[in-house]
């Protein structure tokens, strides 16, 4: 199983090997197999993985998007865009906005996260 990604796409168009390989051919990149720019070995979640521990996965390994597979069937792709969705719903479902803890110009803020009611202050 194996991804193409938009850096293995510019790597492929930028990499001088491939290019002298092809030589005059070089112009027809677009005739080579998938095979031959893929990224093999994905690293993918499943529907089950926990959203942070994917986007910690994400960061660590500098991946713009995970394939979510059950089993061995592609089922969807997890992007940086579906991350930064989730955020914005988040902070929108959670934040009420930012206020100044310290009225000095250049003091704390507090990003106003509404706590449990029970919650310890």
């Not at 499943?46 to 597979?69: I, K, Q, S, Y």
């Not at 579906?82 to 914005?88: H, K, N």
């Not at 479902?93 to 310290?102: K, Q």
Request: net charge negative; hydrophobic share 45%.
């Amino acid at each position: 199983m194996g991804i193409v990604t938009d850096r293995d796409l510019r790597q492929v168009v930028f990499d001088a090997a491939v290019r002298g390989r092809l030589g005059e051919e070089a112009d027809q990149l677009g005739d080579l197999p998938v095979r031959e720019v893929m990224t093999w070995g994905v690293v993918t979640v499943t529907p089950a993985t926990d959203l942070r521990a994917a986007a910690a996965l994400m960061r660590e390994r500098r991946l713009g998007a995970l394939p979510v597979v059950d089993g061995a069937r592609l089922v969807g792709m997890l992007t940086e865009h579906d991350l930064v969705a989730a955020l914005l719903a988040l902070l929108r479902e959670r934040v009420a906005g930012p206020t100044p803890l310290d009225r000095e110009p250049g003091g704390e803020y507090d990003f106003g996260f509404v706590l449990p009611p029970n919650a310890d202050r």
